[in-house]
């Protein structure tokens, strides 16, 4: 996985998957296209984190911190970011895929957010997002362990919505196998 090449090495992790009724080619571009302005939860989330309504979906992310570290389609989308988390106001750096390798502020820890995307079966896809974080002093990990365990159950609500955003899209839209050709 794309993850384990960039943040091999990390103390925080969760992990969330759902299962969709469609091949991985179907669900990736869903993917991609994430959106979580549906959420009212999200939104309020991301309101009192001070995010914009843009942050809500993957494009947004990517213009406000987040880099795309890596892609394999339809496999593996991998995001990655450094940041005070806890802080007010996150102190984020975004990095290119190289720098983000070889980041080693010591005040600083770093985020890896995947999606992958496996066959099950002969006809559904296990979507999961697995989040790592690597603190690299005792120092940061007390720091994000403070935030985490107030922000983890936020957090995680995040990560489900966002595999049950791109599970509704992916069912809303008529599978290409269905479609019937132009005449």
Known sequence: MLIDEFLPDYQFVERHTILIPRPPADIYPAVRALDLSASPVVRALFRLR??????LRLEGLLKMGFTLLAEEPPEEILLGLAGQFWALKGNLLPLDPAAFRQFDRPDYARAAWNFT????????????????????????????????????????????EA?????????????????????
Request: positive net charge; proline residues 11%; aromatic residues 8%.
């Open 117 to 160: 995307l496996a066959a099950d079966g002969l006809s559904a896809t296990r979507l999961a997002t697995e989040t790592r974080i690597h603190c690299p002093t005792p120092q940061t990990r007390r720091r994000f362990a403070a935030y985490w365990a107030f922000i983890g159950p936020f957090s995680a609500w995040i990560r489900r």
């Open 50 to 55: 001070g995010l914009p309504p843009a942050a």
């Open 163 to 183: 595999l049950r955003a791109v599970k509704r899209r992916v069912e809303s839209v008529t599978p290409p196998s269905t479609r019937t050709p132009a005449a």
